[in-house]
C-alpha cells in the first residue's frame, strides 16, 4: 500500500515540477515576477526552473528519488515563504502540499538513496 501512496506523490511532486520548471525555462513573466518581488536576480527563475525538471526526472528514479525529494523539498521552502509574506496565504497551498509529499517520499526512500 505504501509503495502506492509514494507512487501518486510522486507523480503529483513530477506534474508540478515539469510544468513548474516549464513556464520558468520558457520565461513566462507570471513565473519570474516572485523572483524580482523578493529581490532575486533574473537569472535565478531559470535556474530554479533547470533544477524542478531534473527534479521532475529524478523523483522516477529509485536511487535518486530520495535526493530529487529533498531537493524540491528545498525548493518548495522558498515557495511557502514566498506566498506567505507576498500573496495571499491560501495561494501557498499547493506549495505546502509538494512540501509535505516530498517528506513523505523522502522518509520511504531514503534507505535506498544513491548515499545509502
Known amino acids: 500500500m ?3 501512496i509514494v ?6 511532486v513530477s506534474f508540478f515540477m515539469l510544468m513548474g520548471g516549464y513556464g520558468k525555462l520558457s520565461g513566462a513573466p507570471e513565473m519570474h515576477g516572485a523572483f524580482q518581488m ?4 533574473g537569472w535565478f527563475g531559470y535556474f530554479i526552473g533547470a533544477c524542478e525538471l531534473a527534479a521532475a526526472i ?5 536511487r535518486l528519488q530520495a535526493l530529487a525529494a529533498l531537493g524540491v523539498a528545498i525548493i518548495m521552502i522558498g515557495a511557502v515563504y514566498f506566498h506567505v509574506v507576498y500573496t495571499p496565504i491560501q495561494t501557498g497551498i499547493p506549495a505546502f502540499v509538494v512540501l509535505i509529499s516530498c517528506a513523505v517520499i523522502f522518509q520511504y526512500r531514503r534507505k535506498e538513496a544513491i548515499w545509502a
Not at 507512487?7 to 503529483?12: E, F, H, P, Q, T
Open 2 to 4: 505504501q509503495k502506492y
Open 7 to 12: 507512487w501518486g506523490l510522486s507523480a503529483l
Open 58 to 62: 529524478g523523483i522516477w528514479l529509485p
Open 38 to 41: 523578493m529581490g532575486l536576480p
